[in-house]
């Protein structure tokens, strides 16, 4: 998460309580997220609004992907030439 998103959603759990993020966790689409974070007086980048969609979609998925797996142990990626 980059330090602006998460500057951003300090912000809100600061304003709204910490189960504003509750709200947005059911969420499914990218669409859904970027209406409920106006409702909130929130308007993101498409960037930051594509950020965040990956962390909200991701949050149900705390398993790493091989390749991440492979990333975060200093093995070779299987793109790497040798």
């Not at 998460?1 to 998460?6: A, D, G, I, K, V």
């Not at 300090?10 to 304003?15: L, S």
Request: net charge negative; proline share 2%; charged share 30%.
């Amino acid at each position: 998460m980059t330090s602006e998103l998460q500057k951003i959603f300090k912000d809100c759990e600061q304003k709204y309580g910490k189960s504003w993020i509750n709200d947005i966790m059911l969420l499914t689409t990218k669409e859904e997220l970027d209406n409920q974070l106006k409702q909130h007086e929130l308007i993101l980048s498409a960037e930051l609004l594509d950020e965040a969609f990956n962390l909200l979609i991701n949050a149900g998925n705390p398993e790493l992907t091989d390749d991440e797996l492979l990333t975060v142990s200093g093995g070779v990626h299987r793109d790497d030439k040798p």
